[in-house]
């Protein structure tokens, strides 16, 4: 039976089919530190598993986004869960840490389909300020999978091994799939016939990459992104093996910055009663200036602790709950007509962004938290930089 598109039930099946990204990327940081000793491999080759995994979720939203504007949102989803579950399993049999990073690649490729398809299908249903309030409520949601996933990949790690992750992984995108083959509507009823033309396909990308609020709207979220994604890289290394903490209790203080995206998304939600959805996002970006710059500085001046990494990352963190919902809906909301690929290439310009923020943190890695924090604070003031602008288009019209 088919879920009602504006029902709570499908609500909740889109949060999940999101989720898989984040979990994907988080579930198993704890296990970090113990894939380079099993691999023999060093930090920065661990890390690629990362910004690979990026790599792929960029690249894989320019083709499926359009294939959802073509043949349905529907199909492609489903068709990508199958990938997920299918590398999923790659990795765990993975005998090196190049085989690892090739499943991991695909592994991206299949869940980028959960993220891509379900923030167009919200678009289809929603109008543009009920989806920011939708997509904000679904990000609260979505944190659970970041705050419970380290938390159990951790357990995982410390009990059976970090293949085990994957296993986990596995049996949650079999389910998504089933449930998605058996009760998921189709939302985008008009077919553009022409969305997987090559002449169209880059028409459509060239005009949406040249639109100026589309510019400001994604570069903002993307560089709030690539500062959490400099944390989610390099924060197991830091808080491991150099601050020693252990991988069963990582997943605490992973939760706690979580937390402060968590509520950053729900004070966002409430703004949005009595705010514009660009001052909203003009705030959240003075936010993450502040906290950016306060975290660098204090891991430079303050004694090595975890108090100093995780207080100024749950300040920032709050910046980026109020940046990335109403960022997606404000990208989207201009262009009913291309949704897919509006979302398609606004993750690709986010993950990108994540990826190279990620690769420099494991380039940079010096056994302190400095350089992670310097990325974060760069991310954070270019962030900012963006946000100002989405934000002075709103004043200008008052």
Known sequence: MRLQPQSFLLAALLTALVSVAPLSTDMYLPALPAIGQYFHADTAQVQLTLSVYLIGFAGGQLILGPLSDRFGRRPVLIAGLIIFCISSIACLLASSIFALIIARLFQAIGACAGAAVSRAMVRDIHGAKDAAR????????????????????????????????????????VI??????????ESHTKPDLLALSARRMGLNYKMLAKHPEFQDFVLSNAFGFGGLFAFISGSSFVLIDALGMGPETFGFAFGVVVLGYMTGTQVSVRLLKRMELESVVGLGGRIGLIAGIAGLLTVLIAPPSIFTVIAPMFCYNIGVGFIMPNTMAGAIAPFPHMAGAASALMGFIQMTSAALSGALVGYLYDGTAAPMMAVIGVCGALSWLFARRVESRILNTV
């Open 134 to 173: 939708l997509l904000a409520h679904m990000g609260t949601a979505m944190a659970t999978a970041p705050l419970v996933g380290p938390l159990i990949g951790g357990q995982l790690t410390a009990s059976y091994g970090w293949q085990s992750n994957f296993i986990l992984l596995a049996g949650i995108g």
């Open 176 to 185: 998504l799939t089933l449930l998605s083959m058996f009760a998921l509507p």
